[in-house]
């Protein structure tokens, strides 16, 4: 699936691979017990690995029942549950980076990867927590690696209040955790301005979605 989008000055001609996690994490507490840590960056030739998975990756669309009818979700989607080949290398490995690092605190390994690709402007997702499964009553984690073009990922209290707004791509990790999933929200929102597209990788524990 070919998709054009403006590559980073820094990032170009560069093999996809993770950078280091210890003493780069901006950590950020949210209340309720809710926190989240922000990487810019982590993932080197974030460009190279967003075309392979362009390219690469088996999308599907697929159509969910919103009140009376029926409609598009708006972004492709490719999920790989555990035991599962990801779809590059470089995932493998910001897999077992992310292991590494979070696994103490985490007190589990992540396990899947959900990959959703933004086209452009017109495809979002709405304000949701990861809470089908053990996520909507136990502390855990969710890290997203972004490619593409950075878009707005919004975060705010669950039912309302000021959100918190993060331009992420090129390689940016955020990672989500403790109670965020039960307390706080997200989104990526529509725009009408010009916006390139934007692939993003949600690493899970077991029983997360």
């Known amino acids: 699936m070919a998709a054009v989008f403006q590559a980073s000055l820094l990032d170009l001609d560069e093999e996809p691979g993770v950078g280091p996690l210890a003493s780069t994490v901006r950590r950020t507490y949210l209340g309720q017990g809710a926190w989240i840590d922000v990487r810019p960056g982590w993932m080197a030739g974030a460009d190279a690995l967003f075309d392979r998975l362009a390219e690469g990756v088996p999308w599907r669309g697929e159509r969910r029942r919103m009140y009376d009818r029926v409609v598009d979700v708006p972004r492709l989607l490719k999920f790989y549950d555990e035991g599962e080949r990801l779809p590059d290398p470089s995932l493998d490995e910001a897999l077992a980076a992310l292991n590494a690092y979070y696994g103490e605190e985490l007190g589990e390994p992540f396990r899947t990867a959900g990959l959703c690709f933004y086209r452009d402007g017109r495809d979002s997702v709405a304000w949701h ?60 929102p529509k725009t009408a301005r010009p916006a390139g597209p934007r692939i993003s990788i949600q690493f899970r524990p077991r029983g997360v979605r």
């Open 129 to 188: 927590g990861d809470t089908i499964g053990r996520g909507s009553t136990e502390d855990t984690m969710v890290a997203i690696v972004s490619v593409g073009t950075p878009r707005p990922l919004l975060l705010r209290p669950r039912g309302g209040g000021h959100s918190i707004r993060h331009d992420l791509g090129h390689g940016d990790l955020i990672v989500m955790g403790g109670s965020c999933q039960r307390t706080w929200e997200h989104a990526v």
